[in-house]
């Protein structure tokens, strides 16, 4: 969902993917090009070759995509996803980047869900680990919207740590994977 952001880590064998279907392609081709669905679309040549290449995944949002796009196919239901994945990054290692971590993602598809139930989420999920005091900035994310970094407190640094990345998908991330209007999905990545 947002390659040229992180595109670092390529892989050669094999280089390409062909597996991608054609109906969805062209949707998402339409949706970056010209807009749809509720947006004006990123104004630019979306190539094929661009989004056939194979990286080692950035975030784990390509698992949820990959999941809400079967549960579009195959009529949609309200559904909870999680995942714990290894994701790699082109980052200058410090104490809170590495190169290669594991990221824990969820979504939570429904109806009339809000940022607050996604704020409610975080505080009982974090209060389960010791953690209560938050904070939320908000952030861009290309496929989110609105979107929220998430900060824990740790005690032994005495800081404000980045513990994850959320938000709602976007409409015309959903759409084209022929979600029904009105769906709303809950995401986030959270570092493990």
Not at 97 to 115: I, K, P, R, S
Request: proline share 6%; aromatic share 14%; hydrophobic share 40%.
């Amino acid at each position: 969902p947002a390659r040229d952001a992180h595109d670092t880590f390529f892989i050669s064998d094999p280089p390409l993917t062909t597996e991608l279907p054609q109906e969805y392609v062209d949707k998402v081709k339409e949706v970056h090009e010209k807009g749809g669905y509720g947006s004006v679309g990123y104004n630019y040549d979306w190539k094929l070759g661009e989004a056939q290449k194979n990286i080692l995944r950035t975030h784990t949002t390509a698992v949820s995509a990959r999941m809400l796009y079967k549960l579009a196919q195959e009529g949609f239901k309200p559904a909870k996803y999680f995942s714990i994945d290894r994701v790699f990054r082109n980052e200058t290692m410090d104490a809170t980047h590495l190169v290669e971590f594991h990221q824990v993602e969820g979504v939570v598809a429904d109806y009339n869900l809000t940022l607050g139930h996604l704020i409610g989420i975080f505080a009982e999920f974090f209060k389960r680990l010791g953690i209560e005091k938050l904070r939320f900035k908000p952030a861009y994310n290309p496929y989110t919207e609105p979107s929220l970094e998430i900060f824990g407190y740790h005690e032994g640094r005495k800081t404000w740590v980045e513990v994850g990345n959320s938000g709602v998908f976007r409409p015309e991330m959903l759409l084209p994977m022929g979600l029904p209007e009105g769906v709303v999905v809950l995401a986030w990545g959270l570092s493990l």
